[in-house]
């Protein structure tokens, strides 16, 4: 069941890949990662977000799993459409 859901939230971002994304993570002892970027491309396992920084663009990495258990939040920006919302 669990596949399911990833393979979902997977589909969900697929359709977004190229779009603005607000991206929101938990790193761990009260460290919260907030940047803005493009999602740039979604893998079977994982998906990539350019980020642009002072220092020039980096890529940011995480796995559907990180949605799922929330510790990561992406947001579409011109949608303002949340991924991962799992209505139960």
């Not at 069941?1 to 969900?12: F, H, P, R, S, T």
Request: aromatic share 6%; proline share 2%.
């Amino acid at each position: 069941m669990a596949k399911n859901v990833l393979e979902e939230i997977k589909k969900d971002l697929d359709s977004y890949v190229g779009e603005r994304v607000t991206l929101k993570a938990n790193r761990g002892r009260r460290k919260i990662l907030q940047k803005e970027g493009i999602l740039e491309q979604t893998y079977p396992n994982i998906f990539i977000i350019k980020v642009d920084e002072d220092r020039g663009p980096r890529r940011i990495s995480y796995s559907y799993a990180d949605i799922l258990t929330e510790t990561v939040e992406i947001k579409i920006k011109n949608k303002n459409t949340k991924i991962g919302s799992i209505s139960v």
